[in-house]
Nanobody, 127 residues
C-alpha cells in the first residue's frame, strides 16, 4: 500500500511558478510509474505529466509542454511537478498517482492505469 500526499499548491498570478510535491509513504517509489493529473470544475480529470520509475522517460500533455517539468527523487520518495508560466486555464486540483511496474521505461497517461492516488492540492491562477 502506498500513501501519497501532495503539497505546494496555492493562489498565484498568471506567469508565476509553483513547485508541486508528491511525497510517498508505505512503500518505496523506486518501482512505481508516477503521474500528475488535474481536474478543473466541470471538467474531466486529465493527465498533465508522467514519469517512468527510472526517471528516464516522461510524458507531457501538449498544453503544458515547455512550461511544466516532472521529476522524481527516489531516494526521497518524492515526485515533483515544476509549473512555470502559469495560466488561468491551469487552475485545477492537482493529483499525483502511482502504479507499480516492472519496466524502467513505462509511463501511463490515463487515470484508470494508476492504482494509488493522493488527495490533491489546489492550484489557482488569477489573470
Amino acid at each position: 500500500q502506498v500513501q501519497l500526499v501532495e503539497s505546494g499548491g496555492g493562489l498565484v498570478q498568471a506567469g508565476d511558478s509553483l513547485r508541486l510535491s508528491c511525497a510517498a509513504s508505505g512503500r518505496t517509489l523506486s518501482r512505481y510509474a508516477m503521474g500528475w493529473f488535474r481536474q478543473a470544475p466541470g471538467k474531466e480529470r486529465e493527465c498533465v505529466a508522467a514519469i517512468s520509475w527510472s526517471g528516464g522517460i516522461t510524458y507531457y500533455q501538449d498544453s503544458v509542454k515547455g512550461r511544466f517539468t516532472i521529476s522524481r527523487d527516489n531516494a526521497k520518495n518524492t515526485v515533483y511537478l515544476q509549473t512555470n508560466s502559469l495560466k488561468p486555464e491551469d487552475t485545477a486540483v492537482y493529483y499525483c498517482a502511482a502504479r507499480p511496474v516492472y519496466s524502467s521505461t513505462t509511463v501511463y497517461d490515463r487515470g484508470g492505469q494508476y492504482d494509488y492516488w493522493g488527495q490533491g492540492t489546489q492550484v489557482t491562477v488569477s489573470s
